[in-house]
């Protein structure tokens, strides 16, 4: 079966107005809600901002569907629910812990277990009821989801497989999703969650109340970074089938709820409109660095941002660390050594993070909430300022590390606090490091020697 068999095709850009037609002739002409749609389909909207949001800000889609989302049960609690989801971070919920804290990669469930059963909050902040604030889940599944499809009325998912590809099916189409990539399905959009390769596991960095855009390029100019070229939105696709019981998952306030209906949600013949899901493969990203020397902020390396009402503040930057060259002279060109008003939670997909030559492994996390100090190993300083050629250009390659930062400080849940994957011994990585002040002119010397 080829990639169109599979309902496997997609439009290209980021934030413009798309149109999709699964059947020709769908799609409305001229207006968005006649009397009679095409096909005798039903016309809903799906609205991602206020009615009265700035029009560069607003978003909206709307869908030409064979039967409409409306036509469920009634919503009852979930049961058996899953109590690791939290969206509201208070001391009931979660605590504050300043210290370094690392995770070892999760285990993939031992029963049955899809992508909702298997999401687990591992830090956040703010409450998705008062529209402001993040939480950050990690997922472990071994299951694709059947006759159910899942709908976040909190939030935004940015979903991270670092293990195992994602087919994620939604209301716009289909979206393959294998580790290296991203997907991004907005509030409100029901989706379900297959794994064509078997066990899978992945990040999910989750907003509230804003949606996520391209970081700004300033001096940088036009081009660069991630370009919108190479954002996919799935084209049109559809099923017209019935189901005994199909049940949709409503995560609502943090909570789960479950309604009952006959056909699968995934009945949108045509859409058009700029709220919808989307895919980015992170190998396009074009990356920039510092040529002569010192080392650059990591924000120069931001693929997608949720930005807040202060200018250059972020909710949560999604930033990745990939392939690129390093030739900075008479620096030491891994990250700093740092304290930051923002809090860093991050991730491994592949290889070997190049300020950690030991113990954060692919599937693993650390967190580095605000002004924690953190920074590269004992080894990693020690192998870089001994080389022999420090001023040679090296490439980084092998390896794809990513950060979701925020300006909000995290509160940690307490299952993640008592996790046997917790790397209890995270804080020896620094200790080894020993000082080597001379008290004398030769370490001026030296390093005068080495700047000339």
Same mark, same amino acid.
């Given at each position: 079966?080829?990639?169109?068999?599979?309902?496997?095709?997609?439009?290209?850009?980021?934030?413009?107005?798309?149109?999709?037609?699964?059947?020709?002739?769908?799609?409305?002409?001229?207006?968005?809600?006649?009397?009679?749609?095409?096909?005798?389909? !039903?016309?809903?909207?799906?609205?991602?901002?206020?009615?009265?949001?700035?029009?560069?800000?607003?978003?909206?889609?709307?869908?030409?569907?064979?039967?409409?989302?409306?036509?469920?049960?009634?919503?009852?609690?979930?049961?058996?629910?899953?109590?690791?989801?939290?969206?509201?971070?208070?001391?009931?919920?979660?605590?504050?812990?300043?210290?370094?804290?690392?995770?070892?990669?999760?285990?993939?469930?031992?029963?049955?277990?899809?992508?909702?059963?298997?999401?687990?909050?591992?830090?956040?902040?703010?409450?998705?009821?008062?529209?402001?604030? !993040?939480?950050?889940?990690?997922?472990?599944?071994?299951?694709?989801?059947?006759?159910?499809?899942?709908?976040?009325?909190?939030?935004?998912?940015?979903?991270?497989?670092?293990?195992?590809?994602?087919?994620?099916?939604?209301?716009?189409?289909?979206?393959?999703?294998?580790?290296?990539?991203? %997907?991004?399905?907005?509030?409100?959009?029901?989706?379900?969650?297959?794994?064509?390769?078997?066990?899978?596991?992945?990040?999910?960095?989750?907003?509230?109340?804003?949606?996520?855009?391209?970081?700004?390029?300033?001096?940088?100019?036009?081009?660069?970074?991630?370009?919108?070229?190479?954002?996919?939105?799935?084209?049109?696709?559809?099923?017209?089938?019935?189901?005994?019981? !199909?049940?949709?998952?409503?995560?609502?306030?943090?909570?789960?709820?479950?309604?009952?209906?006959?056909?699968?949600?995934?009945?949108?013949?045509?859409?058009?409109?700029? !709220?919808?899901?989307?895919?980015?493969?992170?190998?396009?990203?074009?990356?920039?660095?510092? %040529?002569?020397?010192?080392?650059?902020?990591?924000?120069?390396?931001?693929?997608?941002?949720?930005?807040?009402?202060?200018?250059?503040?972020?909710?949560?930057?999604?930033?990745?660390?990939?392939?690129?060259?390093?030739?900075?002279?008479?620096?030491?060109?891994?990250?700093?050594?740092?304290?930051?008003?923002?809090?860093?939670?991050?991730?491994?997909?592949?290889?070997?993070?190049?300020?950690?030559?030991?113990?954060?492994?692919?599937?693993?996390?650390?967190?580095?909430?605000?002004?924690?100090?953190?920074?590269?190993?004992?080894?990693?300083?020690?192998?870089?300022?001994?080389?022999?050629?420090?001023?040679?250009?090296?490439?980084?390659?092998?390896?794809?590390?990513?950060?979701?930062?925020?300006?909000?400080?995290?509160?940690?849940?307490?299952?993640?606090?008592?996790?046997?994957?917790?790397?209890?011994?995270?804080?020896?990585?620094?200790?080894?490091?020993?000082?080597?002040?001379?008290?004398?002119?030769?370490?001026?010397?030296?390093?005068?020697?080495?700047?000339?």
């Amino acid at each position: 079966m080829n990639q169109q068999e599979r309902g496997e095709e997609y439009l290209s850009g980021f934030g413009g107005h798309f149109s999709s037609e699964a059947i020709p002739g769908s799609l409305p002409r001229n207006q968005n809600n006649p009397l009679r749609c095409p096909l005798g389909l !039903y016309a809903e909207q799906l609205s991602g901002t206020s009615f009265t949001s700035p029009r560069h800000l607003n978003q909206l889609s709307w869908f030409y569907r064979i039967k409409p989302s409306v036509t469920h049960e009634p919503f009852h609690p979930c049961d058996p629910t899953n109590h690791r989801l939290v969206s509201e971070f208070n001391q009931q919920t979660s605590s504050t812990n300043p210290t370094q804290l690392r995770w070892k990669p999760e285990n993939f469930p031992e029963s049955l277990t899809d992508f909702i059963d298997g999401l687990y909050t591992v830090c956040g902040s703010g409450s998705s009821f008062l529209r402001h604030g !993040y939480a950050i889940h990690m997922y472990a599944a071994n299951k694709s989801m059947e006759g159910r499809a899942f709908c976040n009325a909190d939030g935004d998912f940015l979903m991270v497989p670092q293990h195992g590809k994602l087919l994620v099916t939604t209301e716009c189409g289909k979206l393959a999703v294998p580790p290296g990539e991203i %997907v991004v399905i907005p509030q409100g959009f029901r989706f379900s969650v297959d794994l064509p390769d078997g066990p899978s596991r992945g990040y999910v960095a989750e907003i509230f109340g804003t949606h996520f855009r391209l970081p700004d390029l300033g001096p940088i100019g036009a081009n660069g970074l991630a370009s919108p070229r190479d954002f996919l939105v799935p084209k049109a696709w559809f099923e017209d089938k019935s189901y005994l019981d !199909y049940t949709i998952i409503q995560k609502f306030g943090g909570e789960l709820f479950t309604a009952k209906q006959d056909f699968s949600p995934f009945n949108v013949v045509a859409w058009h409109g700029n !709220y919808v899901p989307y895919k980015y493969d992170l190998s396009k990203f074009c990356p920039f660095n510092t %040529v002569l020397f010192d080392h650059g902020d990591p924000s120069i390396n931001t693929v997608l941002t949720a930005p807040t009402d202060k200018p250059g503040v972020a909710l949560l930057d999604f930033v990745i660390f990939p392939t690129r060259w390093l030739v900075a002279e008479n620096t030491f060109r891994p990250p700093y050594y740092h304290r930051n008003c923002m809090s860093e939670f991050m991730g491994l997909i592949h290889g070997v993070y190049e300020a950690k030559q030991d113990g954060f492994l692919p599937g693993g996390a650390s967190l580095h909430s605000c002004m924690t100090p953190h920074g590269p190993d004992t080894k990693t300083f020690e192998a870089t300022v001994s080389r022999k050629d420090p001023n040679e250009p090296c490439k980084i390659t092998g390896t794809l590390a990513f950060m979701f930062e925020s300006s909000l400080i995290p509160r940690v849940c307490k299952w993640a606090l008592e996790s046997p994957k917790l790397d209890r011994d995270y804080y020896r990585c620094w200790i080894g490091l020993k000082s080597h002040f001379l008290h004398n002119n030769e370490g001026l010397e030296e390093n005068n020697d080495s700047s000339n």
